[in-house]
């Protein structure tokens, strides 16, 4: 669990920093004339912060999920009677 908080934790960090970056380009672009660009350039970091952090968060969940996965009962599949159908 302390590895995956540490990732988690490294996740949001990285996320945040990319996030403010793109608020204030984004600001930067509003306010000062002649850096328009500068407006549509922070709304995608800003995105692309939130989708990075999407994703970091979905594989350690998909970590976690998957490391519980093997507890449980093993799933035998029933051999057929010859002529039965399979369900």
Do not use: C, W
Not at 1 to 14: D, F, H, Q, S
Not at 23 to 52: E, H, Q
């Amino acid at each position: 669990m302390v590895g995956r908080e540490k990732v988690l934790n490294a996740i949001a960090y990285i996320g945040l920093t990319i996030l403010m970056i793109g608020i204030l380009s984004f600001i930067t672009g509003l306010l000062v004339n002649g850096f328009s660009a500068l407006v549509a350039v922070g709304i995608g970091i800003s995105v692309g912060a939130v989708f990075i952090f999407l994703i970091g968060v979905f594989l350690v969940v998909t970590d976690e999920m998957l490391e519980k996965s093997n507890r449980g009962t093993k799933v035998v599949p029933m051999k057929s009677k010859e002529g039965a159908p399979i369900q």
